[in-house]
């Protein structure tokens, strides 16, 4: 399955630092299809930490979503809307599709796996993954993340994945780690775009 990036220009003062689970509600609201779509994942927002629990975008951050190319007209209804992520205002511009690049190291700022929820649990269920894909990485974990989704407390982890092959990082962008990438967990970038330190 192919798929595709779709980035779009984002404007917002200030967004819940960690709004994977509340941005997905509010793209559902705006274009119900993304819901039941197969193979969607959500980019978040980078920013930097400016309060209890909000983040400011940092310059140039966009929000994303990673889909299967034939399902492209599913952003489309997203340009110029607005979203509300829990009384914070984000507003869309216009967007871009870019295709998937290959990078030496991937990073998503959080992953989360059923039951590994202590870090070394954690790194032997990534290993698992990737060893399944037929992947070669060296893993790194980051630090330990709490989200509320749908009223449950899910743990994951930041982590990045290094010495990557072109077809390899080709494949973990496509198939991504763990699950909850509706709610933008495990979706894989290239490292130096976004660090899995974010707040």
């Known amino acids: ?6 980035w779009f220009d984002t404007r917002a003062a200030q967004l819940p630092s960690l709004h994977g689970y509340v941005l997905y509600a509010a793209l559902c609201r705006v274009q119900p299809a993304i819901h039941t779509a197969e193979g969607v994942g959500v980019h978040t927002v980078h ?3 400016v309060g209890p629990r909000r983040i400011a975008p940092v310059r140039g951050a966009r929000l994303g979503l990673r889909l299967p190319a034939e399902a ?4 489309l209804p997203l340009a110029h809307r607005q979203l509300d992520l829990d009384g914070c ?3 869309l511009g216009t967007f871009e599709v870019a ?6 190291s991937l990073s998503t700022w959080m992953a989360t796996i059923k039951n590994a929820t202590e ?7 990534v290993e698992h993954q990737l060893a399944a894909l037929g992947v070669a990485a060296t893993v790194e974990v980051g630090p330990r993340k709490v989200q509320r989704i749908a009223g449950k407390a899910v743990v ?6 290094h010495h990557l092959s072109e077809d390899d990082s080709l494949l973990l962008q496509a198939e991504g780690v763990g699950g909850r990438r509706r709610m933008g967990c ?5 490292s130096s775009v976004h660090p899995p330190e974010q707040a």
């Open 1 to 6: 399955m192919s798929k595709v990036d779709v």
């Open 47 to 49: 920013g930097e930490r």
């Open 72 to 75: 492209l007209p599913l952003a």
């Open 89 to 91: 205002v984000v507003q």
């Open 99 to 104: 295709p998937l690049r290959p990078a030496r």
């Open 119 to 125: 870090e070394g649990a954690f790194v032997d269920a």
């Open 156 to 161: 994951g982890f930041a982590l990045r994945l």
């Open 186 to 190: 495990g979706v894989l970038r290239a």
